[in-house]
């Protein structure tokens, strides 16, 4: 099986010669019981998510006497051990009745807990999990509003997100140490519910894990485990590399050509651990497999090498996305042809380089 592109002036032409069977076992599909465990516990983590309120917040109601009237507040410690205090209004029948009522309600630690013990059922009947470690990093960024400020995970995590969402479990690429972040940068208003201000690098520290950013601020890194990495990008905006600082979040990013290619067209997931499960934002799978590629067309020769997972990813992706949702990749590759004649010529040579790499998977979505 072969696959040739040929450039032809500025036209790019590719031909792919498909064989009728995979030849690679790119995923295996999880039990039923596993597969009907997770999406029972899906709409309940993202709806525990989503519904927050300030009662939620580690803290208590209280209320305050100015002259003859009485209003009510939340108060809570912020990350830096300060005492806030958010409105709730002036002292009424009705709001005492709000209070009492959530007062009354399970707290958010026992919805916590119920949720735990759903992840644990699930991975049990042999749903994905990720680490602990990794799971409370993610998790503490989501409690303070990172995911609801326009957030993406990205990279292998988003990878591994797709194996429970389809009901599958990878036999490529899924192993990885670093977790990657995206934002849109200030090309997005953030507006958090309740004024709460997300303070991603004051969040960092309060894991107290030991990371350290580097000099650029956009990675940080742990002391004691240089490998566990937390990089946050941003989409490429001018023709400056210079990192682009987010006021609204605290955090300075990497700009990355192509970016908003994967950010543009986003999905909720659920990443599961045994401590529980966190509700995250990641691409779309087929955005997530052809912006691999794109990238891949990037990189000079020297560094393709180093870019094996990335391919294993796409190819794994690809090859699950042609059996079950074709439609999804094609659409996907319009829109990089709507992009213009770069984008084109870098995913065919990323697309050349997994053709010969892994000939079973086919690409013939992939027309110019």
Known sequence: MACIALQRGRSYTTKYILGSISMQNWYQHLPASAQAAFANLVPAAQSTSSNRTVADLPGGFTQ????????????????????????????????????????????????????????????????????????????????????????????????????????????????????????????????????LKMDARSVIESLEMGFIPNVSQTTFTKQDEPDLQLDFVTPKVNTTDNPIRVHALNLSMQPLQFMNFSMDATMQAVLISRNGPVAINVPKAERYALHKLIVFGERPPELQVKAQKDIAQAASLIAYLQENEPDALEEAWEMIQRSGKGWISRCVRGADYLQSRYPDVKLDFIKT
């Open 64 to 195: 305050k006497k100015l002259g003859q009237k009485t209003y009510w507040y939340y108060q809570f410690k912020s990350l830096d051990g300060k005492t806030r205090q958010i409105y709730l209004g002036n002292d009424s029948e009705s709001l005492r009745g709000l209070i009492a009522d959530f007062k009354e309600q399970p707290s958010h630690a026992e919805a916590l807990a119920h949720l735990g013990r759903l992840c644990r059922s699930a991975i049990e009947l042999g749903a994905n999990a990720i680490g602990r470690t990794h799971h409370r990093i993610l998790q503490r960024l989501a409690d303070h509003g990172f995911f609801h400020a326009g957030g993406i995970l990205i990279g292998t995590h988003a990878f591994l997100a797709y194996q429970n969402h389809f009901g599958i479990r990878w036999t490529e690429g899924n192993q990885t140490l670093d977790i990657d972040f995206a934002h849109p940068g200030n090309n997005l208003s953030i507006a958090l519910p309740d004024g």
